[in-house]
């Protein structure tokens, strides 16, 4: 009988976990992964994904930082970020974001306790776990 009941036990805290449990973190940008063979190397971008809640924080050249506040949902490996209006006139919005709009979907190649891999249209955005 306590073998029945822990097998229920561990199936109900198993079915209540959240499922972007190994999203919700701080992950350092590492590199993009250009469709054209191009690598380019990065470490000053940190993307934050919480409950919902999604900033990145860019450090610029001279020391200081700027950060892009937004809201993200988590699904079949698809990741949608969507970004704050008041984000969008961020002077380093082009720097940093690169995004055509205020949204971008991403395929998650890759999620582990060390890394995340996210893909737009082919293109690779390879992060570690900060």
Known sequence: MNILFFGLLITLVCSCS?????????????????????????????????????????????????????????????????????????????RYMKWESGERVFHIDELTSSTLQLNYKGEKTIFRKY
């Open 18 to 94: 959240d499922d972007e449990g190994g999203l919700v973190n701080k992950w350092q940008l590492c590199r993009y992964e250009y469709l054209d063979g191009t690598v380019q190397q990065e470490d000053s971008v940190f993307y934050n994904f919480m409950k919902g809640s999604f900033s990145a924080i860019c450090l610029l050249p001279n020391g200081e930082y700027t950060t892009f506040y937004g809201n993200y949902g988590y699904k079949d490996n698809e990741l949608q970020i969507t970004l704050l209006p008041e984000s969008l006139y961020n002077p380093y919005y082009n």
